[in-house]
C-alpha cells in the first residue's frame, strides 16, 4: 500500500567503514496507514561527532562504552530521506545508501535492517532472528521492554506477530508535546522510497510496545 506523507529532510553525516554479521531472514512490512503531522523542529542531540561511538569488532557497538542516543539518532540520518532506498525485504544497502549485495556492512532496506543501522547491531529482526532486535519472538534480544512513557530518543516502537510482514519496529525520536502523546519516529516501511520522519498519534501507539536497546546510554 502506498502513502503520502509530510517529511523533513535529515541531515548529512560522514560514514565510517563498517563490518556488521552476514544478513539474516527479513522481517517487517507493515503499510497501514496513519496520520502524519508536519513538524519543522529538529533533534540537536544527533548533531554531533559520532567520536567514540562507531562500531568496534564485529561492527557491534563496543561493549566497554556502548553507544549514545545522539550517535544512535546520527547513524539513523544517514539513510534518512535518501529517495534511492525503496523498501525491501531482500536488498540490502551500505551505510552511505548505496544499493549492493546482502553482506557484512550493509543493511536491508526494511524496518528491522534501518534499526538495525541505527542501533550498530548488524541486520537482525524484529523477532525471528537469534539474537533479534526485541524479545517479543521469544530469543535473545538486543532489547528490552520498558513502559511507553519511559521512551527516550534511540529507543523504538515494536509490534511482532510473527515473522514477515506481521511485525514492525520504528525509532523512537522525540515526543511531540506532551508525554504520551503524538511521537515523532524515524521508520522504514511499505511503499516509501527510503526512510522517512513521521508522526505517530497516540491513538496509533497503542498496537506497539516500548524496547531500550540493552547498549545505548
Same mark, same amino acid.
Given at each position: 500500500m502506498?502513502?503520502?506523507?509530510?517529511?523533513?529532510? #535529515?541531515?548529512?553525516f560522514g /560514514?565510517p567503514?563498517?563490518?556488521?554479521? *552476514?544478513p /539474516?531472514?527479513?522481517?517487517? #512490512?507493515?503499510?497501514?496507514?496513519?496520520p502524519?503531522?508536519?513538524?519543522?523542529?529538529?533533534n540537536?542531540?544527533a548533531?554531533?561527532?559520532?567520536? #567514540?561511538?562507531g562500531?568496534g569488532?564485529?561492527?557491534?557497538?563496543?561493549?566497554? %562504552?556502548?553507544?549514545?542516543r545522539?550517535? *544512535?539518532?546520527?547513524r539513523?540520518?544517514?539513510?534518512?530521506?535518501?529517495t534511492?532506498?525503496?523498501?525491501?525485504?531482500?536488498?540490502? +544497502? %551500505? %551505510? $552511505?545508501g548505496?544499493? &549492493?549485495?546482502?553482506?557484512?556492512g =550493509?543493511?536491508?532496506?526494511?524496518? &528491522?535492517?534501518? *534499526? $538495525?543501522?541505527?542501533?550498530? /547491531?548488524?541486520n537482525? =529482526?524484529?523477532? $525471528?532472528?537469534?539474537?533479534a532486535? =526485541?524479545?517479543?519472538? #521469544?530469543? =535473545?534480544?538486543k532489547s528490552?521492554?520498558?513502559?511507553?512513557?519511559?521512551?527516550a530518543?534511540?529507543?523504538?516502537?515494536?509490534? +511482532?506477530?510473527g515473522?514477515g510482514?506481521?511485525?514492525?519496529?520504528?525509532?523512537?525520536?522525540?515526543?511531540?508535546?506532551?508525554v504520551?502523546g503524538?511521537? /515523532?519516529?524515524?521508520?522504514q516501511a511499505?511503499?516509501q522510497?527510503?526512510?522517512?520522519?513521521?508522526?505517530?498519534?497516540?491513538?496509533?501507539?497503542?498496537g506497539?510496545?516500548?524496547?531500550?536497546?540493552l547498549?545505548?546510554?
Amino acid at each position: 500500500m502506498k502513502r503520502t506523507h509530510t517529511l523533513l529532510l #535529515g541531515a548529512a553525516f560522514g /560514514v565510517p567503514a563498517l563490518a556488521v554479521a *552476514v544478513p /539474516v531472514a527479513a522481517s517487517g #512490512g507493515h503499510t497501514a496507514p496513519r496520520p502524519i503531522i508536519a513538524n519543522k523542529a529538529t533533534n540537536k542531540a544527533a548533531e554531533v561527532s559520532l567520536a #567514540g561511538n562507531g562500531p568496534g569488532a564485529g561492527g557491534e557497538a563496543r561493549a566497554a %562504552t556502548g553507544i549514545t542516543r545522539a550517535a *544512535v539518532l546520527a547513524r539513523a540520518r544517514w539513510w534518512l530521506n535518501k529517495t534511492n532506498i525503496p523498501y525491501s525485504q531482500s536488498t540490502c +544497502y %551500505t %551505510t $552511505s545508501g548505496q544499493r &549492493s549485495s546482502c553482506r557484512a556492512g =550493509t543493511f536491508r532496506a526494511d524496518c &528491522s535492517g534501518y *534499526v $538495525s543501522l541505527a542501533w550498530n /547491531v548488524g541486520n537482525l =529482526t524484529v523477532g $525471528s532472528s537469534n539474537p533479534a532486535l =526485541t524479545p517479543l519472538g #521469544g530469543h =535473545t534480544s538486543k532489547s528490552r521492554e520498558i513502559a511507553k512513557s519511559a521512551l527516550a530518543p534511540g529507543d523504538a516502537f515494536a509490534y +511482532y506477530k510473527g515473522p514477515g510482514d506481521d511485525a514492525h519496529i520504528a525509532l523512537f525520536v522525540r515526543w511531540q508535546g506532551k508525554v504520551g502523546g503524538p511521537a /515523532v519516529v524515524y521508520e522504514q516501511a511499505g511503499g516509501q522510497s527510503g526512510p522517512r520522519q513521521h508522526v505517530w498519534s497516540a491513538n496509533y501507539q497503542r498496537g506497539y510496545r516500548a524496547y531500550r536497546f540493552l547498549a545505548i546510554h
